[in-house]
C-alpha cells in the first residue's frame, strides 16, 4: 500500500467546487483498510456523508453544510476497520463490512458484515461464518439484506456467493440465508434492490459478467438481462464498485460494459421492458464508478471519464429525462474537475488499436498496439521502430486505454508499445480468465512473447529491439518472461515480483490463498513455486534488466531485486538497481516517477545503441557492466529523424 491521500468535495451550480472533508495535512485522509486495497471508504446520504479515516480507521459522520466538522462515531481504541457502508434511516445505523484486528497480528482477521448505531457508534455483528464479506444493501421496505460472501482459497471473482436475509423489525437476521446466485465456477457482484423489490446484480454464470435480475417475493428465478459476450463487471479488487444504475423506477438501466471486440469501455442504456440496449455516445473510452441523482428537473450523470486522447477528469451530464439521455451527444458532458492541467498537441498522441493474435494452444489473445507517433520525427525508409511489452499488474486485471502519459513519453520518442491482454485478463469472459488458472508465469508468459513475435513479423516493429517492462505482478512476468524465454533483447522490472514462493509465504489475508489458484496449494507445491520464480533462474536470463524498487515496500521486499541484481552482475549483463528511499509498492514521489520513466530510457538507450538523456537533477543512476561503447547521454528520438532533417 502506498501512502495516497484523499479529501471529499463537492461541485455547485456554477461548477465551483469545495472540499467537505478537512485537508489531509489535518489527519484526516478519506480511505479504508479493510483487504488492505480498500475502496467503498465513504458514503453521502441526505445531509451527511460518513467516512473511514486511514489514519485511526475510526468511522466519522460530517454535516455537508460548509464549516462543519467530521465527527467519530467508533471508539477511538478499536481494531476494527470498517468499509462499503449503507445506511439504513429507520433503524438509525449504518451498515458495513466489518474487518477485525483484535485477534493480533500473527493471527487472520475476522471478517462480517455490521451495523454500526448512529447514536452510540456501537458495533453489532449481523452476519459472519465466510471468509470475506462484500456489498450489503437493503431492500426497499428494510425487511431484507442482500450481500455477498466469499471463502478462502477463492478471490472475489472466482467462486462467490449472493445472498439475502431477512430481518425482524430490530434489523437483525431471521432464519437462515438464501441463496440467491453464485457458488462453484461463479462470480457474482454489485447487488442491488429495485424500487419495486427485484434484486439486480452481476454474474458469470454464462460465461461473462451479465446483468442479472430476481423477484424473490414471485419466486422468480434469475434471468440475464440481456446476454451478450461482454464484461458488465470488473474484478472487485476494491469495494464500492457502481457500474450500473437503475433508472425510471426500474423502467431502465445506465450500464458500463466492455465489449472484447473494440478497445476500452461503453455506456449503454438498457430498457428493462424490450430488453434492448441502446449505446450512448459520450466521446470517453474508460470510466470510474456511476453515481446518478434523479430529482424532479431530470437526471445527472456524474463519473471519471477518459479516453485515449484525453486524461480523466470528473464529468456530468444533465438531461430532463430518460429520452433525453437516448438522444445525449459528447457535447452535453460536462467537465467539473480535470485530473491535470496538461495540454498535449494531437500530434503527439499515439491512439491505440485492439489487436487479436494467435498465441501457444492454438488460441488468440489480445493487445492494445500503441504505434510511435511524433508529429516533428518520423523513421528512415527502411527502418523500424523499437517496441516495449507492457505487462498489466493484478494479475487478474487488464490493460486499459485511458490516456497515459507515461505511455507517450514513449511512443512520442520512437516507441512502439504493446500493452498486453494475455491470458487470465479480464474484460474477455470467465474462461479467457481462467487460463490463468495454475498457469502463472506460463500464459502470461507465452502470450506476452507471442505478442512481440506477431508484430515483428507482421512488419509493425523492428525484432532486434524488443523491450518488456511491468509492475508489481507485471513485474513478475517480465523477470518470468527474460528467465525463461529468449525473445527479448532488453527488460524492466518495477517492483515486481521475484520469488513467488515468498509471496505465499507474507501477504495480507485478502491474497493470501491468491497464488493456491495462480500456482498450487503452498506448501504442497512448493517445488512448482520455486520452479516459476525468476529469483531461482536469475542464471538463465541473457538480456540486460533494470531493476526499480522502493525501499519500504511490504509486498515485494527490496531484498528480492536485490538478490537479481546481484545474481545480473554476476554474468556480467548489464544491468542497474535504482533503489528509491521511502517508497513503497508503487512510486508515489514525482521525482521517483520521473527518474523511474527516464532511467528505464536511458538504459535502454545505452543497451540497445541509440541516445537518450537522464535529467541530472534525478537520483544518480549506475548501468553495471556496460561496454565502453562511448556512448554519452544525450536528448532524442530513438532510431528517428527530424522531417526536415530528411
Not at 507515461?406 to 511512443?411: I, L, N, R, S, V
Not at 542497474?576 to 509498492?585: I, R, S, V
Amino acid at each position: 500500500m502506498g501512502k495516497k491521500q484523499a479529501a471529499l468535495g463537492d461541485s455547485a451550480a456554477d461548477g465551483s467546487t469545495r472540499d467537505i472533508t478537512p485537508e489531509p495535512s489535518s489527519g484526516f485522509n478519506v480511505r479504508t483498510r479493510v483487504h488492505e486495497y480498500g475502496g467503498g471508504e465513504h458514503l453521502v446520504a441526505g445531509s451527511k456523508v460518513y467516512f473511514s479515516n486511514f489514519v485511526d480507521q475510526r468511522v466519522y459522520v460530517q454535516d455537508l453544510t460548509p464549516g462543519s466538522e467530521p465527527v467519530a462515531l467508533t471508539a477511538a481504541d478499536s481494531k476494527q476497520r470498517f468499509a462499503n457502508y449503507a445506511l439504513d434511516e429507520p433503524r438509525n445505523r449504518l451498515l458495513a463490512v466489518c474487518e477485525d484486528h483484535s485477534k493480533g497480528d500473527d493471527q487472520e482477521a475476522s471478517n462480517s458484515i455490521a451495523a454500526i448505531d448512529l447514536a452510540t457508534g456501537a458495533v453489532k455483528q449481523l452476519v459472519t461464518g465466510h471468509d470475506f464479506f462484500s456489498s450489503p444493501v437493503l431492500s426497499p421496505d428494510g425487511s431484507k439484506m442482500a450481500y455477498v460472501a466469499w471463502d478462502h482459497p477463492n478471490m472475489p471473482w472466482d467462486d462467490v456467493l449472493l445472498l439475502v436475509t431477512d430481518l425482524d423489525g430490530a434489523g437483525l437476521p431471521v432464519g437462515e440465508p438464501r441463496l440467491v446466485a453464485g457458488g462453484k465456477d461463479t462470480s457474482v457482484q454489485q447487488p442491488q434492490w429495485g424500487p419495486d423489490g427485484a434484486l439486480y446484480f452481476i454474474s458469470d454464470a454464462s460465461g461473462w459478467w451479465n446483468l442479472y435480475r430476481t423477484q424473490l417475493e414471485q419466486d422468480i428465478q434469475p434471468a440475464a438481462l440481456l446476454p451478450m459476450a461482454a464484461e458488465f463487471g470488473t474484478p472487485p479488487w476494491l469495494f464500492g464498485l457502481h457500474s450500473y444504475e437503475i433508472l425510471q423506477e426500474g423502467a431502465a438501466v445506465l450500464t458500463l460494459f466492455d465489449d472484447p471486440a473494440a478497445a476500452g469501455s461503453q455506456l449503454g442504456v438498457i430498457d428493462t421492458a424490450t430488453l434492448s440496449l441502446t449505446r450512448l455516445s459520450t466521446g470517453y473510452s474508460s470510466y470510474g464508478k456511476l453515481a446518478v441523482l434523479h430529482a424532479a428537473e431530470g437526471l445527472t450523470i456524474v463519473t471519471v471519464a477518459g479516453s485515449p486522447s484525453t486524461p480523466q477528469a470528473l464529468v456530468k451530464l444533465q438531461v430532463p429525462d430518460l429520452a433525453g439521455l437516448l438522444a445525449s451527444s459528447p457535447s452535453d458532458w460536462q467537465l467539473i474537475k480535470p485530473s491535470t492541467d496538461l495540454q498535449l498537441d494531437p500530434g503527439f498522441i499515439s491512439q491505440p488499436r485492439s489487436i487479436e493474435y494467435p498465441t501457444e494452444g492454438g488460441v488468440t489473445a489480445f493487445m492494445n498496439f500503441y504505434p510511435p507517433t511524433n508529429k516533428d520525427y518520423e523513421f528512415p525508409p527502411g527502418q523500424l521502430p523499437a517496441l516495449l511489452v507492457k505487462i498489466h499488474g493484478g494479475p487478474t486485471s487488464a490493460a486499459s486505454t485511458l490516456f497515459n502519459i507515461g505511455y507517450q513519453f514513449w511512443t512520442s520518442r520512437g516507441f512502439a508499445i504493446a500493452d498486453v491482454n494475455y491470458g487470465g485478463s479480464t474484460g474477455f469472459g470467465r474462461s479467457y480468465r481462467n487460463r490463468l488458472r495454475g498457469n502463472w508465469g506460463v500464459t502470461d508468459v507465452n502470450d506476452c512473447c507471442a505478442a512481440a513475435r506477431y508484430l515483428a513479423d507482421q512488419g509493425l516493429v523492428d525484432g532486434s529491439r524488443l523491450c518488456i517492462d511491468g509492475g508489481s505482478a507485471g513485474g513478475y512476468t517480465t523477470l518470468a518472461v527474460l528467465a525463461f524465454r529468449d525473445v527479448f533483447s532488453a527488460g524492466a522490472s518495477h517492483y515486481g515480483v521475484a520469488d513467488a514462493e515468498l509471496l505465499a509465504q507474507h501477504t495480507h489475508k485478502f491474497e493470501s490463498r491468491y497464488l493456491d489458484l495462480l500456482i498450487g496449494p503452498y506448501p504442497a507445491d512448493k517445488e512448482l513455486y520455486q520452479q516459476r520464480s525468476p529469483i531461482h533462474s536469475a542464471d538463465k536470463i541473457s538480456a540486460p534488466v533494470a531493476l526499480f524498487q522502493g525501499d519500504e515496500d511490504k509486498i515485494v521486499p527490496p531484498e528480492q531485486s536485490e538478490a537479481m541484481w546481484e545474481a545480473l552482475k554476476a554474468k556480467r549483463l548489464p544491468t542497474t538497481l535504482m533503489m528509491y528511499k521511502g517508497e513503497q509498492h508503487g512510486f508515489r514521489k514525482a521525482e521517483n516517477i520521473r527518474s523511474a520513466l527516464e532511467g528505464e530510457m536511458f538504459f535502454y538507450g545505452q543497451v540497445l545503441g541509440f541516445k537518450a538523456s537522464y535529467s541530472p537533477e534525478l537520483q544518480p543512476m549506475t548501468i553495471d557492466n556496460l561496454p565502453d561503447t562511448g556512448a554519452k547521454p544525450a536528448t532524442g528520438a530513438p532510431a528517428a529523424a527530424r522531417k526536415d532533417e530528411l
